[in-house]
């Protein structure tokens, strides 16, 4: 069995699902350890090794469609809630049996509007954090070898996790030859 030898370079995650790791490349293989597990890779079994920042688009559309969302309801509880107001005063001026319950409903009706645009806030807040984050995106490191891959991620651009994937790289041209 040979050693390890000393580390070449060490990469830790700070954000992201491996938040509390890191990753540690050593002359002949990879380790990835965690207070939990540790994952050892040969470089010798890898195949590639890809990195690549992406924006979330998929968050930034929820993000917009929630805006518009919010929007709607900021056009909407004005009318609805004038609407309401007043057929449950005319509904309410002779309220006897099922007029009594279609006022109660129309006051209920009133109290829904009145509360939209409370959720519209709350649309726009979690709209625009979506879009924010999205906007952000994460930087992606691939690992490829024989039986499958493995994905890392890192919240936001982030160049120390580029220089890790090209000093891996360079580890495997050299094992190439």
Known sequence: MSEAGAAITRFDFSSGLERGSSMTLY??????????FLETLPLASLASVRVAFARNVHWMVWG??????ALV???VWGPLAMLAESAAGEVAVNATGVAAALATFFRILEAFARALPWVAALLILGGGALGVF???GG???????????RLYTVRGR???LLDFAEAIAQRLMLLRR
């Not at 002359?27 to 939990?36: E, M």
């Not at 917009?64 to 969302?69: H, I, R």
């Open 139 to 149: 930087t992606f490191l691939t690992v490829t070898f024989a039986g499958g891959e």
């Open 64 to 69: 917009g469609v929630l805006l518009f969302v």
């Open 158 to 160: 982030n160049t120390r």
């Open 134 to 136: 999205g906007w952000l």
């Open 27 to 36: 002359a002949n293989c990879l380790v990835h350890r965690s207070d939990f």
């Open 73 to 75: 309801l900021l056009a």
